[in-house]
């Protein structure tokens, strides 16, 4: 890799902007396709910063594209702002406290994700103008990812067919190249639709749609002993048919989360979860109507292109994290328990060191760690680009994922320097990419054989749409 300094001096220019957008977002958290405030804040960004402006990316209102640069290679920096539901918390204390409002929170770091991405793509678009590079880097702001599947519409709508390699990144408690595991998942209610009548008078009158998702639920119990070990399937009640006891409920609905470690192994598990629903159905006298809401492919990895990324987080060393940042991460560390904090270090298979509240150094590309068992629209975008993904380490380590202690630390020294840290190794990637054309042709030589014998098979159905929320 030749001198990459000067992108990164690029990304520390920028770094008071790209910080007070992160926290922008932090103060406006807004949940599955109703982000239109934080997509206009990125829109807005994406104009001052000179990029030309693609909205309404797929038909979705809160996805939008910009680009910079002519001819050459494509160059995708994905994004994301979505917060979640139940984590609202006041930033920068170690105590739960919600804050007035709506309940959602950023408890996924969602607000230094699209913000890091985006101030990568600005320094590499200024890098590549002041060098006269050939090449087009896009900055892609995706909605949706907890739950929504908003890239899996979007890789459907063709909205990366001409990108050449992608790059993410995820916060975490360490930096390194993020694995490339995940799990292929899909979403589907289940609405059984029985008979009313008097739960005392008249209760053989009735058909149970609440007594249905019962059984239903018992016989995923079931389920469970006799399906792959690193399969998931979890669930949650949409609607228990009432709040009254003594009318026998004729509609109730469920919704599943069914997982797997690759696509063709969720199709069974699906089949058969869609069965105990009409075993339950048919034990009932109810019947049962199965709407798959949403769903994602598992990730892909690239070899080249992530010996790029450990190349550029090997040259860059460490967050700069400082006494103060280290200060408050052991106040977060002390609302956990030892075993949280171990059990991050494992994660990333690291000795684990209870006395070492942040990342001070990275994790080598060959670090055996456990599995992630979570899914990702990422991964969607992996089957059709050679795509590699960061983990930027931006809080205290054993913060667990979708916790207050993690939103609470979304605005703090720690989360800004860890973003702009993970800006310069994506921006460094990205160079390489363009600098040495090899990258590209062994990360798509890469790509082509991990597809040659299974080529990607989109796991939304044809005829669903993403759930769309008007704007309010």
Not at 299 to 311: C, V
């Amino acid at each position: 890799m030749q001198n990459i300094e000067p992108i990164w001096r690029i990304v520390d220019d920028k770094r008071p902007e790209y910080e007070a957008l992160a926290d922008r977002i932090w103060d406006k958290p807004e949940i599955a396709y109703d982000e239109y405030e934080s997509t206009a804040e990125h829109t807005a960004m994406l104009r001052a910063e000179g990029f030309r402006v693609t909205e309404n990316v797929a038909g979705i209102p809160t996805a939008v594209m910009g680009e910079a640069g002519e001819d050459g290679p494509v160059i995708a920096i994905l994004g994301e702002y979505d917060a979640l539901p139940g984590l609202s918390q006041e930033a920068g204390i170690a105590e739960p406290k919600q804050l007035p409002g709506n309940g959602l929170g950023h408890g996924c770091g969602h607000n230094l994700l699209g913000s890091a991405s985006l101030l990568a793509a600005a320094a590499v678009k200024d890098w590549m103008a002041a060098n006269g590079i050939k090449g087009r880097v896009r900055y892609y702001g995706c909605p949706a990812e907890e739950g929504g599947a908003a890239k899996a519409f979007m890789v459907r709508e063709g909205a990366f067919k001409d990108v050449d390699i992608a790059i993410s990144w995820h916060p975490a408690a360490f930096s390194g190249v993020n694995d490339a595991m995940s799990l292929a998942n899909t979403r589907i209610d289940f609405t059984f639709t029985g008979r009313a009548s008097h739960a005392a008078a008249a209760p053989h009158l009735g058909r149970s749609a609440l007594d249905a998702v019962e059984l239903m639920n018992v016989g995923v119990n079931y389920m469970r002993e006799h399906m792959p070990s690193d399969a998931r399937i979890h669930y949650a009640m949409l609607d228990g048919g009432g709040v009254a006891p003594n009318v026998v409920q004729a509609k109730a609905k469920v919704r599943y989360a069914i997982r797997a470690r690759e696509l063709p192994e969720l199709w069974p598990l699906i089949e058969r979860v869609k069965k105990v629903a009409e075993g339950a159905a048919l034990m009932t006298e109810t019947t049962v109507d199965a709407q798959v809401i949403s769903a994602v492919s598992n990730l892909l990895g690239n070899t080249p292109l992530e010996q790029a990324m450990q190349r550029a987080l090997e040259r860059l060393g460490p967050p700069p994290f400082d006494d103060a940042d280290r200060a408050y991460a052991r106040q977060i560390q002390a609302t956990l328990s030892a075993e949280d904090i171990t059990s991050a270090f494992r994660r990333v298979g690291m000795k684990p060191d209870l006395t070492k509240p942040l990342a001070d150094s990275i994790v080598p590309l060959d670090a055996k760690g456990a599995p992630m068992m979570g899914s990702t629209d990422v991964g969607d975008v992996s089957w059709v680009v050679p795509t590699v993904q960061a983990r930027g380490a931006t809080y205290a380590i054993g913060t667990p994922g979708h916790s207050w202690q993690l939103t609470a630390q979304g605005k703090s020294g720690i989360a800004h320097k860890g973003m702009v840290h993970v800006a310069k190794v994506m921006a460094a990637t990205a160079l390489e990419a363009l600098e040495n054309p090899a990258v590209i042709e062994q990360a798509k030589a890469d790509y082509a054989a991990r597809t040659a014998t299974n080529p990607y098979v989109c796991p939304l159905p044809t005829n669903i749409k993403p759930p769309i929320k008007p704007r309010s």
